[in-house]
Nanobody, 123 residues
Framework: QVQLVESGGGLVQAGDSLRLSCAAS????????RAWFRRAPGREREFVAT????????DYADSVKGRFTISRDNAKNTVYLQMNSLKPEDTAIYYCAARRWGSSLTQDDYDYWGQGTRVTVSS
């Protein structure tokens, strides 16, 4: 059974940092594009960041560019999201996702999803 399990969320203050992890099991995702999306209260789920299978290409939403960094460790089947300079507007449930083909910013293109981890940033 394929599973993506996020961890690392929590309650922090504005300006703090968090690192989210997403561990995959059930199959090897080393050749898959991996991504992070988020759903803020009262809003639709939106793209945050994506990374190619090799790690050679990354894309970010404008709202997180320069503050968040996506990375991956294929040996551990894990993708990370380092979040710095957090803002209250970053409060959301963060989901990791995976897709077989190339990078995409569109959530409908992703085949596998985690259950989400909650990040709350207080002002």
């Amino acid at each position: 059974q394929v599973q993506l399990v996020e961890s690392g969320g929590g309650l922090v203050q504005a300006g703090d940092s968090l690192r989210l992890s997403c561990a995959a099991s059930g199959r090897t995702f080393s050749s898959y594009t991996r991504a992070w999306f988020r759903r803020a209260p009262g809003r639709e789920r939106e793209f945050v960041a994506t990374i190619s299978w090799s790690g050679g290409r990354t894309d970010y939403a404008d709202s997180v560019k320069g503050r968040f960094t996506i990375s991956r460790d294929n040996a551990k089947n894990t993708v990370y999201l380092q979040m710095n300079s957090l803002k209250p507007e970053d409060t959301a449930i963060y989901y990791c996702a995976a897709r077989r083909w190339g990078s995409s910013l569109t959530q409908d293109d992703y085949d596998y999803w985690g259950q989400g981890t909650r990040v709350t940033v207080s002002s």
